[in-house]
Nanobody, 126 residues
């Protein structure tokens, strides 16, 4: 599976962006998908995850209520709608995918994701 992320850019605080991740292959609908981000000088951190069916979602506390993850299995796409952006949201955002049943205990562990996109930069200015 190859993942291609897009949609990053520069925005002022309070603004919105929508990230998109398109996957190759015919098994996308069986993958748990997630978004992670990495700010300069920091570790890559979990942002949001969604189960294969789209029924289950989880978010980092720092983005809860502001970001929404969704997917369209017919289009092999996972989206991250980001609203009320803050300067601390500035980072390179990566989409990631893995097979297997959605786990409520390790959806936020980057080591459990096998497939990664190339990243898209989001810059939020104050």
């Amino acid at each position: 599976v190859q993942l291609q992320a897009s949609g990053g850019g520069s925005v002022q605080a309070g603004g919105s962006l929508r990230l998109s991740c398109v996957a190759s292959g015919r098994t996308f609908s069986s993958y748990t998908m997630a978004w992670f981000r990495q700010a300069p000088g920091k570790e890559r951190e979990f942002v949001a995850a969604i189960s294969a069916s789209g029924v289950s979602t989880n978010y980092a506390n720092s983005v809860k209520g502001r970001f929404t993850i969704s997917r369209d299995n017919d289009k092999n796409t996972v989206l991250l709608q980001m609203n009320s952006l803050k300067p601390e949201d500035t980072a390179v955002y990566y989409c990631a995918g893995r097979t297997g049943t959605y786990s409520y205990t390790n959806y936020d562990l980057k080591e459990r994701y096998r497939y990664w996109g190339q990243g898209t930069l989001v810059t939020v200015s104050s």
